[in-house]
C-alpha cells in the first residue's frame, strides 16, 4: 500500500499569515492527491486536489503543489482567516479507490 | 438531499458484542466507503464498494464485515466488537472513483469497553 507522512502536526500562525502544509509519499504510482479539511467534531470535506499531469492548482486562498519526481506535495494558504483553524489531511491514491490519509495538521489562526 | 447519513450517532458496546453501523446516501452514488479515524493516525479505509454487488478489503478489515445492500445503502457489522475498535467511523461516497469528489457522512462514534 501507499504510506503518506505529513508535517507539521501542528500549526500557529497569526491572522493574515500564510500557513504550509508538506506531505510526502511511497508509491511512485499515486496518481491523485485530495486535501481534506476536518473541523472540530464534523466530518472531512474536500477542499482541493490535484492529478499527476498538474504541477499545480490554485482556488483563491489555497493552493497546492505537486513534484512528482520528489514525491512529495503542499497545501498553501495564504491571507489565513479564523475560519481556517482546522485539521488538514493530506492523501494519496494508490488505486482507484484506495486511499491513503496523512496523520494530519491541526492548524490554528491566531487573531 | 440529506447527503450522506449515518446511525447510530454514538454507541457504546461491552466486548464481544455485535453491531451494525448503517450508511445511506441519496446522490446516486456507485462507490462507497467505510472509513475509521483514530487520534493521531488520520483516516484509514476498512472496506469499500466499487458499484453495487461488489466489496472489498481495505487497509484494515479485520474485524469487520460489510454488506452493499443496494445502491444507497452500505452497512458495516462488528461481530465480536474488541476495545480496539473504539474509534469514531465514517461512511462516505463518490459517484465513480475517488477522482471524483468523496463525500463523507457525520460519523459513529464508538465505545467499546
Known amino acids: 500500500g501507499e504510506n503518506v507522512e505529513q508535517h507539521p502536526s501542528t500549526l500557529s500562525v497569526q491572522e493574515g499569515d500564510s500557513a504550509v502544509i508538506k506531505c510526502t509519499y511511497s508509491d511512485s504510482a499515486s496518481n491523485y492527491f485530495p486535501w481534506y479539511k476536518q473541523e472540530l467534531g464534523k466530518r472531512p470535506q474536500l477542499i482541493i486536489d490535484?492529478?499527476?499531469?498538474?504541477g499545480e492548482k490554485k482556488d483563491q486562498r489555497i493552493a497546492v503543489t505537486l513534484n512528482k519526481t520528489a514525491k512529495h506535495f503542499s497545501l498553501h494558504i495564504t491571507e489565513t482567516q479564523p475560519e481556517d483553524s482546522a485539521v488538514y489531511f493530506c492523501a494519496a491514491s494508490f488505486n482507484d479507490y484506495k486511499l491513503s490519509f496523512g496523520a494530519g495538521t491541526t492548524v490554528t489562526v491566531r487573531a | 438531499n440529506a447527503g450522506v447519513t449515518q446511525t447510530p450517532k454514538f454507541q457504546v458496546l461491552k466486548t464481544g458484542q455485535s453491531m451494525t453501523l448503517q450508511c445511506a446516501q441519496d446522490m446516486n452514488h456507485n462507490s462507497m466507503y467505510w472509513y475509521r479515524q483514530d487520534p493521531g493516525m488520520g483516516l484509514r479505509l476498512i472496506y469499500y464498494s466499487a458499484s453495487e454487488g461488489t466489496t472489498d478489503k481495505g487497509e484494515v478489515p479485520n474485524g469487520y464485515n460489510v454488506s452493499r445492500l443496494n445502491k444507497r445503502e452500505f452497512s458495516l457489522r462488528l461481530e465480536s466488537a474488541a476495545p480496539s475498535q473504539t474509534s469514531v467511523y465514517f461512511c462516505a461516497s463518490s459517484y465513480g472513483t475517488l477522482q471524483e469528489t468523496q463525500y463523507f457522512g457525520p460519523g459513529t462514534r464508538l465505545l467499546v469497553l
Open positions: 490535484i492529478r499527476s499531469n498538474v
